[in-house]
């Protein structure tokens, strides 16, 4: 047999990390608990988890059933790219019933959770340089997705002493002729605040399109949470299953687009993505249909955790100026024990081993600020203040 020579492995040629990749900040809420689930693991303390917004609950029953049911029953293949025909007609009946909307199965994109859903939007909108507006606080996440689309994001400072509400009145001077969209959240991420109607109205009637981002629609014990499409024909609505349904880890999410936008983004959807999960979309069907009695019990204890939460933050003396309505998420001013966010919160996770979401994360008028999150059982929420009290009631001054 011939003797093949060895070779000399040649080097690679020269490569370099993309400069977005380089340049995307970590999501900090999600540093916070890789560390905790690292504390948990290397010493077996339980860490009292307040720092992510996931729902404690199991999935319900009935969309469990229907998942099982399509897998059985062969429904694990590719769908059309736009998602299934019978869940976008879901969706359009939900937003009848909702907010007595018509809008056209034929306008809604399935993608496999909101955030594919916010990269589907942005992706078809921005060019290099164009603009988004966005409140600040915000998601955290929303400025890294505008800037991996090579857009450029514009930050309105909105006030704790207005309920941090977002206004037109605030907007209007930044809007510029490279501004592509305004960025709204109601129920806002982190502040757990409603736009009121007359404010949303408003902001509709500033020209730009509205990316608006009502993936914690149903979420809200005072008041109701109005869409963009009440307001505005043209405009983008971001929504999902994964906090009203607890199904985050089932990744179904979907945008209402505008008519011109719709064949775009299905185009971006095909290559990206293909489509959402089969079973994952039949799941999506009961959830609509069937959980909503299931939904309404899970807001109802939400709420009790709320006022729980409000009220031991308080007696610990963080400040919170205007009760949030939405969501799940309370917004407090934490600077009596830290200015640096980031610092405070690793430390309380180091010290009192309770996980909370760093200020900073959510835009720089956040900082000085926590995020609690009350997706978790009453039971870890007493837990959680009692540690925090304990930790922080001796007076210590962090960084």
Sequence with gaps: MPQHETSTPRSLPHATISRKAQDIRPFMAMDVLERAQSIERDTGVNVIHLEVGEPDFDTPPAIIDAAIGAMRDGDTHYTHSLGLLELREAIAAWYHTQYRLNISPEHIIVASGSSPAILLTLAALLDPGDEVILSDPRYACYANFIRLCEGVTVDVTIDAAAGFQYTAEQVRPHITARTQAILINSPANPTGTLLSPPEMARIAELGPLVISDEIYHGLVYEGRADSILEYADQAFVLNGFSKLFAMTGWRLGYVIAPPAFVRPMQKIQQNLFISAGAFVQRAG????????????????????????????LRDIGFTVQHDPTGAFYIFADATRFGRESYALAFDILEHAKVAVAPGIDFGANGEGYLRFSYASSLDNIHEGLRRLKQYLGHGIAYP
Aim: overall charge positive; aromatic content about 4%.
């Design 285 to 312: 069907i009961a959830a609509l249909q069937q959980a909503l009695p299931d939904a309404q019990r899970m807001v109802e204890i939400y709420n009790q955790r709320r006022r729980v939460m409000l009220a031991g």
